[in-house]
């Protein structure tokens, strides 16, 4: 195996491995206490915090529809099992899809690139 | 800072497409112009990497979340232009599928973080390790110090876009229409947060990342 190729593989492990661990990065905030990141509000809690929803805001909040909101699985239970679970399972899919899309990307970039050089 | 839809308004989240827009094809014109077909792995894997590092939400106890975006550690190992590309890439994906940011701010979530976060990154770094050894300890440091930098300017201007809001948007009796808090509330909250804490993080996770090649794979910092 060529020294790229094996660069590759291990980096390609180690994106694994992160995913693996990123339910963390709910189990965690969910233990200390701590709520979204600021200026990330949903519509509730602005109306909470501010006493008032803001009317562009209000027509705007709802445009896009997400087919799996917050990392959650559609319908999946609230606990923070299920929550890590969930947010394991979109992460896969999104990690994947990332990859898959930056990768044909590059290769669309790059094929167009040889194409120019025949010229 | 992901901003959502629905805390800019139109002027801005606009202006930000506009502002985004030439980097993007910039980008497009310099991988094109340098990218081997089989370097496209590389691009994949930044892309993926910044993907899963922002899954890992950071707790301030008692208060808010923030996480790192690989900005600057991805600049390093694949250069400004081609890790706009994939950080771009992962925040699309972001929003699309999992509502995380917006579709209206994409423009903006992408300058915030992709552009300004990979080429400052990258600029700091290069500036702070210039004929440095390449497996000294100079170069490490200065990716850190990078990535705090580049990760607090994405957050300022967050913080500036969404402060701005309710002076550029409101009722006639001076409701605001869309991010309700004003700049000296918008830019001391994300600063702070991101200067004690969430700049650190970057910080190590690029240092960490930057030393494992300096060890293994010198060859991608050369």
């Known amino acids: 195996m060529s020294e790229r190729s094996t660069t590759i593989k291990k980096l390609w492990i180690s994106i694994g491995i992160l995913v693996l661990l990123s339910p963390l990065g709910i189990i965690l905030p969910a233990l200390f206490g701590a709520g979204g990141a600021w200026g990330e509000w949903g519509i509730e809690e602005i109306e909470k915090l501010t006493g008032f929803v803001p009317e562009g805001m209000k027509r705007l909040a709802g445009i896009w529809k997400a087919p799996l909101p917050g990392y959650a699985v559609p319908g999946q239970g609230r606990g923070i099992a299920t929550s890590g679970l969930g947010y394991l399972l979109t992460g896969i899919i999104g990690v994947a899809l990332t990859a898959a899309a930056a990768y044909l990307l590059a290769k669309l970039l790059a094929r167009r690139d040889r194409q120019q050089g025949k010229d | ?222």
């Not at chain 2, 606009?14 to 340098?34: C, D, E």
């Not at chain 2, 894997?45 to 923030?66: C, E, H, R, W, Y």
């Not at chain 2, 706009?84 to 992408?110: E, K, M, P, R, Y």
């Not at chain 2, 000294?136 to 876009?161: D, K, M, P």
């Open chain 2, 1 to 222: 800072m992901h901003i959502p839809d629905g805390y800019l308004g139109p002027a801005t989240y606009g202006s930000m497409f506009g502002l985004v827009l030439p980097f993007w094809a910039a980008a497009s014109r310099k991988v094109n112009r340098t990218l081997q077909a089989k370097q496209a792995p590389y691009l994949a894997i930044g892309a993926a990497f910044s993907f899963v590092i922002m899954l890992f939400n950071i707790p301030v106890i008692g208060g808010t979340t923030g996480h790192a975006t690989g900005a600057t550690l991805i600049a390093i190992l694949i250069g400004p232009w081609a890790a706009t590309i994939s950080l771009s890439v992962a925040l699309v994906i972001q929003a699309l599928l999992f509502g995380d940011g917006g579709i209206t701010a994409i423009g903006a979530n992408c300058f915030n973080m992709a552009v300004a976060g990979c080429f400052t990154g990258y600029g700091v770094y290069r500036l702070l390790s210039a004929r440095s050894d390449p497996s000294g300890r100079r170069r490490w440091i200065a990716a850190a110090a990078a990535a705090y930098i580049s990760l607090n300017i994405s957050a300022v201007l967050t913080a500036t876009e969404l402060g701005i809001q309710p002076l550029l948007e409101h009722t006639v009796d001076g409701q605001p229409l869309y991010a309700p808090y004003p700049l000296e509330v918008a830019l001391p909250a994300m600063a702070l947060e991101h200067l004690l804490l969430f700049g650190f993080v970057e910080a190590a996770v690029t240092a960490l990342v930057v030393r494992y090649f300096q060890r293994n794979e010198p060859g991608m910092l050369a």
